[in-house]
Every structure is written in structure tokens, then in C-alpha cells.
């Protein structure tokens, strides 16, 4: 498609796309060759040989020695690298939100919220870079001082999913870049224009940056060997994936196996809840956003919604309602409200877990396969409403598709136990008007995710807080709050300065 060209070459990248970005330069792959396909008709934006996991000796190599680099330029004037990377960012977001949009299928509203968010994640990194903050501690000996530092780590591997092509690089790479720490990036082998279209914006910001090393960024556009090579690699201390359970499991194992640390934000299936004080109004709009958004494609997406039964009806009448006119359709159409799944193999994961939750007696409301006034070659569904009853195991999975499944309840804490009896624990959310209800599930009894909301929706979170989930979500913590730690070493230091060796714990040792 001329589009993608196009957006590229605003950006400034001319010529074919290549796999393989470090040291500065750009260079071809060996590997198979991938072909780039939009989610909007299938067609080709483009094609390009991958990188093999060979050179992710290379890209760890251009890494370890920027470390050496850049550890050494002081936190802040790292945020100055972050600020003009932010600068450009909001200089080109319509450009990168229209590869997102191509590339990913996501709306325009969506993809252009998405830039933003790495223009906000920039924004409080360059904040951050002065505020890498240790403790100092009460020493239990005389003339004695008890502190912290927080040092950088040193190279660090970022996996990246398709649903959020850009983000998610920049909650990391943004974090990285001020801890410390070069970056070495393998995207989702579905949109590798975006990551090549960021990698381009960041590295003109490092090329007026006398200070900052040209190893400091590397990008490998590559499949899953790449990033099996680089949770292998010893010379990368930490690798942050996000994506499906099976490949968190399989980068965590190999990540443990070297005794490195690993960033998991794996998947979710995040449920709400609906208690009789809600405002119904707003819960719908909550709901439809959380359930249709990025076509039910985000790791917060709602997939359950666990409604009193008192005011279930009301409720699935009104879902059913809004959901009948949903604008499905071109992303880039301005009054489109759901784009497409990102491939055929989605759309038939959805069919499968609809065909499954009818087995398991369930009642499926729309969910059908829409080919009416949407571009040829991609795939279209209208979104799911499916009545089902606790104990159907449909529940137990993530389908990455628009597909939200309703329950009943009758007394709150057996809504919140419905919430929690999920392997994911990711996003949850609570629509109600009533305090005690609002408190009970955000406290240790309540809700059992890392993300528990109140009157808002599962996804769409800021980009303030920590980001991330329990149980199969793989406990990780990426963007705002102390995500940055995962990203530092943190160092003890116990300074004497007496002219005695007092011992702690009281013991006596003279020699
Ligand atoms: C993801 O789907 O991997 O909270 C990230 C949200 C977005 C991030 C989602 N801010 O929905």
C-alpha cells in the first residue's frame, strides 16, 4: 500500500525497510523474508529478509559496549535525550498514528491515543531522569551512614505484541533510556513498520546527543528465535516481554534458567462488574469501550461482565442495542468505531471460541462475520454478546476478539470471587454507586488483579501508574509509579566513618 510508503517517507525513510538496526546504521536481514500485511485488506505494505538470532550477538555486543557509555552521562542529560525524543513524537503523532491505524487496524482515535501515550510516557521519564531517588536508612552503629543507590542495569530486551506496536516499546525503551540502560527491541513480527518508524524518530534525537552511544538503540525485525536468543543472551540482565502466556512462559524459562530478571505482562481476561447502584449510562459506554476498542485486541480488554441480576436484563438489552449499530468497518474512516481483527487466524480463534462457548450452553448474540461496506481482504466481525452460565471453561481463556461473556450474580462477594477464578490478573472493574461496595473491591479481599478500576472501564490506563497484572499475567510492572526499578540495580551502601569497626548484630570479633 502507497500509504505506508508514504507515512515512512514523511518520516524520512526512504528506500525498503530493513530488518536489522543498530550501531547507528541499518542493514538487511539473512533470515526468511516476512511479508507486512495490513489488517485492513490484507494488503502488502511490505516486505523485508527478517534477522536471525545471530545477530542478536551483535546487537547485545553494540549494547554492552554503549552501556559502558552511557552509564556514565548523568541521569538527567539522559532525560534531555527523552525530552527531544518526546519533542518529535508530538511533531509526527498524526504520521505514526496512521501507520499504527495500517498497520495494526487500530481507529484513528485509538492509534492517535496510543502516540500520545508515548508522548506522556516521555514526558514523565524526563521528569524521572531527576528523580531516581535511593533511600537513606537508620544505621544501628555509631557514625555510620545506610543508603541505597540505584544504578544502571545494562542492556535490555524488549519483546513487543502487534495491539500495541508502539507504546509498549516506549513505556520501556523511555524507562531504559534515563535508568541508564541501552535497549535492543524485537517488535511483533506483524508491524514492523511502526517499530521501524520509531526506531528512525528516536535515533535523529541520539544523533544531536554528542553523549549518547550509537549502540544505544538496536532494532531486530525477526521471529520467535530472535527473541528466544535474546532471553538466552547473558549480556542482557533483563528482558521485558509482553504478549501470549506461552511465549512469557517460554522467554521466563530461559530468562530463569541464566538467573537474568524478567518484565511479564502477559495475557488478561478482565472482568467487570455491574452492582444495582450503577449508573447504567455510563457503565455501557465503559463496557462497549472496554469490550470493542482496538476490536476486543487489547490485554485489558473486557471479557466478562458479571451483572446483579437484578438489573441484568436492563443491561443486556442496552448492550444488545448499542452493539447492533456499531460503525464496523475502515479504521481510517473517521466514524468507524471497530477496525479489523489483525488476520484470518484471530477471526478464526474468535469462531472457535464462539462454536465453544455454544457447546457449553451458551447464547450467542451477534458475533457474526461482517462483509457488507468494509474494504475487501480483511476481517471484520461484529462484536460478541455471550450469555453463559460460571462454570463454562470458554471463561478460563483469553480470545483475542471482541467476544464479552455475561454473568450473573447475586451477592457481591460471590461477583468478586467469579472475578478472580481466572489464571489471568490483569485489568477488573467495578460500575457502582456505593461506597462500601467500591472499597470491598478495591481491598485485599476484592479484587485479585493489578489493575482494579471504579466506574471505569478495564482498559485505557494512564500512564501514571504501574501497569501490569498477577497470576498467569506474569506479575511485571511496566510504565508509570516505580516501574522504572525493574529497569536499575539497586546498591546498599554502608559508609563508616569512624575510627572503629563496630559489627553489626552486636558481635564481637577481635582479632
Ligand atoms: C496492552 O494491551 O498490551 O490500558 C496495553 C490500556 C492501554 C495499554 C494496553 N493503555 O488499555
Same mark, same amino acid.
Given at each position: 500500500?502507497?500509504?505506508?510508503?508514504?507515512?515512512?517517507?514523511?518520516?524520512?525513510?526512504?528506500?525498503?525497510?530493513?530488518?536489522?538496526?543498530?550501531?547507528?546504521?541499518?542493514?538487511?536481514?539473512?533470515? #526468511?523474508?516476512?511479508?507486512?500485511?495490513?489488517?485492513?485488506?490484507?494488503?502488502?505494505?511490505?516486505?523485508?529478509?527478517?534477522?536471525? #538470532?545471530?545477530?542478536?550477538?551483535?546487537? *547485545? &555486543?553494540?549494547?554492552?559496549? &554503549?552501556?559502558?557509555?552511557?552509564?556514565?552521562?548523568?541521569?538527567?542529560?539522559?532525560?534531555?535525550?527523552?525530552?527531544?525524543?518526546?519533542?518529535?513524537?508530538?511533531?509526527?503523532?498524526?504520521?505514526?498514528?496512521?501507520?499504527?491505524? =495500517?498497520?495494526?487496524?487500530?481507529?484513528?482515535?485509538?492509534?492517535? /491515543?496510543?502516540?500520545?501515550?508515548?508522548?506522556?510516557?516521555?514526558?514523565?521519564?524526563?521528569?524521572?531522569?531527576?528523580?531516581?531517588?535511593? =533511600?537513606?536508612?537508620?544505621?544501628?552503629?555509631?557514625?555510620?551512614?545506610?543508603?541505597?543507590?540505584?544504578?544502571?542495569?545494562?542492556?535490555?530486551?524488549?519483546?513487543?505484541?502487534?495491539?500495541?506496536?508502539?507504546?509498549?516499546?516506549?513505556?520501556?525503551?523511555?524507562?531504559?533510556?534515563? +535508568?541508564?540502560?541501552?535497549?535492543?527491541?524485537?517488535?511483533?513480527?506483524?508491524?514492523?513498520? +511502526?517499530?521501524? *518508524?520509531?526506531?528512525?524518530?528516536?535515533?535523529?534525537?541520539?544523533?544531536?546527543?554528542?553523549?549518547?552511544?550509537?549502540?544505544?538503540?538496536?532494532?531486530?525485525?525477526?521471529?520467535?528465535?530472535?527473541?528466544?536468543? =535474546? #532471553? *538466552?543472551?547473558?549480556?542482557?540482565?533483563?528482558?521485558?516481554?509482553? /504478549?501470549?502466556?506461552?511465549?512469557?512462559?517460554?522467554?521466563?524459562?530461559?530468562?530463569?534458567?541464566?538467573?537474568?530478571?524478567?518484565?511479564?505482562?502477559?495475557? !488478561?481476561?478482565?472482568?467487570?462488574?455491574?452492582?444495582?447502584?450503577?449508573?447504567?449510562?455510563?457503565?455501557?459506554? @465503559?463496557?462497549?469501550?472496554?469490550?470493542?476498542?482496538?476490536?476486543?485486541?487489547?490485554?485489558?480488554?473486557?471479557?466478562?461482565?458479571?451483572?446483579?441480576?437484578?438489573?441484568?436484563?436492563?443491561?443486556?438489552?442496552?448492550?444488545? #442495542?448499542?452493539?447492533?449499530?456499531?460503525?464496523?468497518?475502515?479504521?481510517?474512516?473517521?466514524?468507524?468505531?471497530?477496525?479489523?481483527?489483525?488476520?484470518?487466524?484471530?477471526?478464526?480463534?474468535?469462531?472457535?471460541?464462539?462454536?465453544?462457548?455454544?457447546?457449553?450452553?451458551?447464547?450467542?448474540?451477534?458475533?457474526?462475520?461482517?462483509?457488507?461496506?468494509?474494504?475487501?481482504?480483511?476481517?471484520?466481525?461484529?462484536?460478541? =454478546?455471550?450469555?453463559?452460565?460460571?462454570?463454562?471453561?470458554?471463561?478460563?481463556?483469553?480470545?483475542?476478539?471482541?467476544?464479552?461473556?455475561?454473568?450473573?450474580?447475586?451477592?457481591?462477594?460471590?461477583?468478586?470471587?467469579?472475578?478472580?477464578?481466572?489464571?489471568?490478573?490483569?485489568?477488573?472493574?467495578?460500575?457502582?454507586?456505593?461506597?462500601?461496595?467500591?472499597?470491598?473491591?478495591?481491598?485485599?479481599?476484592?479484587?485479585?488483579?493489578?489493575?482494579?478500576?471504579?466506574?471505569?472501564?478495564?482498559?485505557?490506563?494512564?500512564? /501514571?501508574?504501574?501497569? @501490569?497484572?498477577?497470576?498467569?499475567? @506474569?506479575?511485571?510492572?511496566?510504565? !508509570?509509579?516505580?516501574?522504572?526499578?525493574?529497569?536499575?540495580?539497586?546498591?546498599?551502601?554502608?559508609?563508616?566513618?569512624?575510627?572503629?569497626?563496630?559489627?553489626?548484630?552486636?558481635?564481637?570479633?577481635?582479632?
Amino acid at each position: 500500500m502507497d500509504a505506508a510508503r508514504e507515512a515512512l517517507s514523511k518520516l524520512g525513510i526512504t528506500g525498503a525497510p530493513t530488518a536489522i538496526h543498530m550501531g547507528g546504521k541499518s542493514h538487511t536481514g539473512r533470515g #526468511a523474508m516476512l511479508s507486512v500485511r495490513s489488517p485492513i485488506d490484507g494488503g502488502e505494505l511490505a516486505a523485508l529478509a527478517q534477522a536471525s #538470532a545471530a545477530d542478536v550477538e551483535l546487537a *547485545a &555486543a553494540a549494547a554492552g559496549q &554503549a552501556f559502558l557509555a552511557w552509564r556514565a552521562v548523568p541521569a538527567p542529560w539522559r532525560g534531555e535525550l527523552v525530552r527531544r525524543i518526546g519533542e518529535r513524537l508530538r511533531a509526527e503523532k498524526e504520521t505514526l498514528a496512521e501507520l499504527v491505524c =495500517l498497520e495494526a487496524g487500530k481507529i484513528r482515535q485509538e492509534a492517535l /491515543g496510543e502516540v500520545q501515550e508515548m508522548i506522556d510516557i516521555c514526558d514523565f521519564a524526563v521528569g524521572l531522569s531527576r528523580q531516581l531517588y535511593g =533511600l537513606t536508612i537508620a544505621s544501628e552503629r555509631p557514625a555510620h551512614r545506610l543508603m541505597e543507590q540505584w544504578h544502571p542495569l545494562g542492556p535490555v530486551g524488549v519483546i513487543t505484541a502487534f495491539n500495541f506496536p508502539v507504546a509498549v516499546w516506549a513505556w520501556n525503551a523511555m524507562l531504559a533510556l534515563v +535508568c541508564g540502560d541501552p535497549l535492543i527491541w524485537k517488535p511483533s513480527e506483524k508491524t514492523p513498520l +511502526c517499530a521501524i *518508524a520509531c526506531h528512525h524518530i528516536a535515533q535523529q534525537a541520539i544523533a544531536e546527543i554528542p553523549e549518547a552511544p550509537a549502540g544505544l538503540l538496536s532494532l531486530l525485525v525477526g521471529g520467535a528465535e530472535v527473541g528466544q536468543a =535474546l #532471553a *538466552a543472551h547473558r549480556g542482557v540482565p533483563l528482558v521485558s516481554a509482553t /504478549g501470549s502466556v506461552p511465549m512469557g512462559r517460554a522467554v521466563a524459562q530461559t530468562v530463569a534458567a541464566r538467573l537474568g530478571r524478567s518484565l511479564l505482562e502477559l495475557g !488478561g481476561n478482565n472482568a467487570a462488574i455491574v452492582a444495582p447502584s450503577a449508573d447504567l449510562d455510563l457503565a455501557v459506554r @465503559g463496557i462497549v469501550f472496554g469490550a470493542v476498542g482496538t476490536c476486543g485486541q487489547r490485554c485489558t480488554t473486557l471479557r466478562r461482565l458479571i451483572v446483579h441480576r437484578s438489573i441484568y436484563d436492563t443491561l443486556l438489552t442496552k448492550l444488545e #442495542a448499542v452493539y447492533r449499530e456499531l460503525p464496523i468497518g475502515d479504521p481510517r474512516d473517521m466514524h468507524t468505531l471497530v477496525g479489523p481483527l489483525i488476520d484470518e487466524a484471530a477471526a478464526l480463534a474468535m469462531d472457535a471460541a464462539l462454536a465453544q462457548a455454544r457447546e457449553q450452553g451458551g447464547i450467542v448474540r451477534q458475533g457474526e462475520r461482517v462483509t457488507k461496506d468494509v474494504p475487501v481482504g480483511g476481517y471484520y466481525v461484529r462484536p460478541a =454478546l455471550v450469555e453463559i452460565a460460571a462454570a463454562a471453561s470458554v471463561l478460563q481463556q483469553e480470545t483475542f476478539a471482541p467476544i464479552l461473556y455475561l454473568l450473573r450474580y447475586e451477592t457481591l462477594e460471590q461477583a468478586i470471587a467469579l472475578q478472580n477464578d481466572v489464571p489471568q490478573g490483569l485489568a477488573s472493574a467495578i460500575f457502582t454507586n456505593d461506597v462500601r461496595e467500591a472499597e470491598l473491591f478495591c481491598s485485599p479481599q476484592g479484587s485479585d488483579c493489578g489493575i482494579a478500576n471504579v466506574n471505569i472501564g478495564t482498559s485505557g490506563a494512564e500512564i /501514571g501508574g504501574a501497569f @501490569g497484572g498477577e497470576k498467569e499475567t @506474569g506479575g511485571g510492572r511496566e510504565s !508509570g509509579s516505580d516501574a522504572w526499578k525493574a529497569y536499575m540495580r539497586r546498591a546498599t551502601n554502608t559508609i563508616n566513618y569512624s575510627a572503629e569497626l563496630p559489627l553489626a548484630q552486636g558481635i564481637e570479633f577481635d582479632v
